[in-house]
């Protein structure tokens, strides 16, 4: 079983950025599908992009790409999301996931606790 952990949120600013991280461990596989999602408050957890470990390729959920980046660095096994221009609905718990099936966003079944990015003037 992979276990996750997230690191990097926080409070920030309207407009600021961030980077997300996400360590995997606990697998031998080094062919899978990363993924970030998020959730705001109250509302369902909506797909932001993934990331394919082999050959990078990355896919994005509606309206998602452009100020959201997806990356990683496979030699750490660890996944980055870069925000930029942060607005204020893009508070949410975000979470990171990982696929051994494809990178389509219902095939994740693999998750890290979360990390709260709050942006707060």
């Known amino acids: 079983q992979v276990r996750l952990e997230e690191s990097g949120g926080g409070w920030i600013q309207p407009g600021g950025s961030l980077r997300l991280s996400c360590a995997a461990s606990?697998?031998?596989?080094?062919?899978?599908?990363r993924g970030w999602f998020r959730q705001p408050q109250g509302k369902e957890r909506e797909w932001i992009a993934s990331i394919w470990t082999r050959d990078g390729v990355t896919y994005f959920g509606d309206s998602m790409e452009g100020r959201f980046t997806i990356s990683q660095d496979n030699a750490k096994n660890t996944a980055y999301l870069q925000i930029n221009s942060l607005k204020l609905e893009d508070t949410a718990v975000y979470y990171c996931?990982?696929?051994?099936?494809?990178?389509?966003?219902?095939?994740?079944?693999?998750w890290g606790q979360g990390t709260q990015v709050t942006v707060s003037s």
């Open positions: 606990g697998t031998s596989d080094s062919e899978f599908c």
């Open positions: 996931a990982v696929s051994f099936r494809s990178c389509a966003w219902t095939d994740f079944d693999n």
